[in-house]
């Protein structure tokens, strides 16, 4: 048993917590309640998709630019009269009367790690335009999945914030800075569990009870590892906290009945794709189910993925990559969950966000590819009070520059904490106990109809 939880903490980020300790703010609350779709979703699914996604084979087609800009992929017609998505998503066109548009994203920074950085966090990378960055400080500040886990703390059983199916990073396994709690400590990072939901013997060990265990048993444990932890300094409370947790969640059961991803049909599976990330979709949904608030998917690598253009990072063979790989994946998973979201009642309480680093050049290089491009590139927001058919933000004729409607990653914070009933004027605290406001972006109410 003492293994299972050992298995369970380094499944979910465990470990022994180094670092600032969490300083929380008791019964936080929004200073300033905002408008329509204000507290609307009770979860928040982050779809972040390494390597940059091209904005021309996507949401934003240029038809009418030179074939070496706009590609060999055509636009089409969606369910909403004007908008047109690239071919290559049929199944998303299906959905566009649910769909917000984000076509205007921009942070003018072309590096994977210093861009995803300003992504996952709302706060721009000192500097700007820097690969492979190191985690620590200046750059510290929390993910938006620490920020929730820290603004909406934990119940029991049921972790506030999960990461999966991988975490972020780039060759070499350097991983990027931003997807943890930064300067509000280990106690807020969010469970990351490491897994593959496609494999035919997945599962999550130490999320059941062992056979012939009874959960007075599990009881009594809990309490002796209380007594213990008790004893130890200070930097041990995130690592009881995260035992504590564990023996919660086995307890009561939501977590560990998410994660039994086999119960669903096999006509269910089959509509996400027997695929790690569609699979993973599936599981976003199991764990909204479960309560948990917020839930961060990373399209990382995929079996076959070669290091010159790994994931999105469409270097070479951009076509290619995005019609036989990338697209069918993709479209097929995102369609599928907000199908299944909306059969079950969910997706007006489940705000999706669709995004990545940043997105492709507008001019194909020598081998057929697009390079990183953060100036101007593209997203999506489904669900959770969104007012969908629409288009915010536009690009030039090339897809190259935001025309109008300029979208910054903090913008894209402020809109996810509105979802929740959160105004990005709450404070939390730095590292020197000053309050800050948890988003300096504004709220795109465009989104919410406002």
Same mark, same amino acid.
């Given at each position: 048993m003492r293994r299972d939880w050992?298995?369970?903490? #380094? *499944?979910?980020? /465990?470990?022994?917590?180094?670092?600032? %300790?969490?300083?929380?703010?008791?019964?936080?609350?929004? %200073?300033?309640?905002?408008? $329509?779709?204000?507290?609307?979703? @009770? #979860?928040?699914?982050?779809?972040?998709?390494l390597g940059g996604p091209p904005q021309h084979e996507t949401w934003d087609p240029k038809p009418t630019a030179p074939e070496a800009i706009r590609g060999e992929f055509k636009p089409i017609s969606t369910t909403v009269p004007g908008i047109?998505?690239?071919?290559?998503?049929?199944?998303?066109?299906?959905?566009?009367?649910?769909?917000?548009?984000?076509?205007?994203?921009?942070?003018?920074?072309?590096?994977?790690?210093?861009?995803?950085?300003?992504?996952?966090?709302?706060? $721009?990378?000192?500097?700007?335009?820097?690969e492979n960055a190191k985690v620590g400080f200046p750059n510290d500040h929390p993910s938006f999945g620490a920020l929730i886990r820290h603004l909406k703390p934990d119940r029991p059983g049921i972790p506030s914030s999960i990461t999966l199916p991988d975490h972020i990073w780039n060759t070499?396994?350097?991983?990027?800075?931003? +997807? =943890?709690?930064?300067?509000?400590?280990?106690?807020?990072?969010?469970?990351?569990?490491?897994?593959? $939901?496609? @494999?035919l013997d997945f599962e999550i060990a130490g999320l059941s009870l062992p056979e012939g265990m009874a959960a007075d048993r599990i009881n009594d444990r809990a309490g002796l590892w209380e007594i213990m932890q008790r004893r130890f300094s200070q930097a041990g409370l995130a690592q009881s906290r995260q035992m504590r947790d564990a023996f919660a969640?086995?307890?009561?059961?939501?977590? *560990?009945?998410a994660f039994k991803i086999h119960e669903e049909s096999e006509k269910t599976r089959e509509r996400y794709g027997s695929n790690r990330w569609g699979q993973s979709l599936l599981l976003t949904r199991r764990?909204?189910?479960?309560?948990?608030?917020?839930?961060?998917?990373?399209?990382?690598?995929?079996?076959?993925?070669?290091?010159?253009?790994?994931?999105?990072?469409?270097?070479? @063979?951009n076509a290619e990559r995005c019609k036989n790989h990338l697209l069918p994946i993709g479209d097929r998973a995102y369609s599928a969950l &907000?199908?299944?979201?909306?059969?079950? =009642?969910? &997706?007006?309480?489940?705000?999706?966000?669709?995004?990545?680093?940043?997105?492709?050049?507008?001019?194909?290089?020598?081998?057929? /590819?697009?390079?990183?491009?953060g100036h101007a590139f593209s997203g999506s927001l489904c669900g959770g009070?969104?007012?969908?058919?629409?288009?915010?933000?536009?690009?030039?004729? +090339?897809?190259?520059?935001?025309?109008?409607?300029?979208?910054?990653? +903090?913008? &894209?914070?402020?809109?996810?904490?509105? *979802?929740?009933?959160i105004a990005s004027n709450t404070e939390i605290l730095d590292t020197l106990q000053r309050p800050i406001p948890a988003s300096r972006g504004r709220l795109l109410t465009k989104a919410f109809g406002m």
């Open positions: 050992l298995r369970l903490a #380094s *499944a979910v980020g /465990g470990g022994p917590a180094l670092g600032h %300790l969490a300083q929380s703010i008791e019964g936080a609350k929004p %200073l300033i309640p905002q408008g $329509p779709g204000f507290g609307k979703a @009770k #979860s928040v699914i982050m779809l972040f998709h047109q998505y690239c071919e290559l998503m049929p199944l998303a066109a299906r959905h566009a009367q649910n769909i917000c548009v984000l076509r205007s994203c921009t942070t003018a920074d072309n590096a994977h790690s210093s861009s995803g950085y300003w992504m996952l966090t709302g706060v $721009p990378h000192q500097p700007l335009q820097t070499g396994g350097i991983p990027w800075p931003g +997807q =943890g709690g930064g300067f509000l400590g280990r106690l807020n990072d969010p469970w990351l569990v490491h897994c593959d $939901p496609s @494999k969640m086995i307890r009561n059961g939501p977590i *560990a009945k764990l909204v189910e479960a309560g948990v608030p917020f839930i961060q998917a990373n399209w990382t690598r995929l079996p076959g993925d070669k290091d010159d253009s790994p994931a999105w990072d469409t270097h070479n @063979k &907000l199908e299944d979201l909306k059969m079950r =009642g969910l &997706l007006d309480s489940t705000l999706v966000v669709w995004t990545g680093e940043f997105g492709r050049s507008p001019i194909h290089n020598g081998g057929g /590819g697009r390079d990183h491009w009070g969104v007012k969908g058919g629409q288009v915010i933000g536009s690009t030039d004729k +090339q897809g190259a520059f935001v025309k109008d409607d300029p979208i910054a990653p +903090q913008d &894209l914070g402020a809109t996810m904490l509105h *979802a929740m009933g």
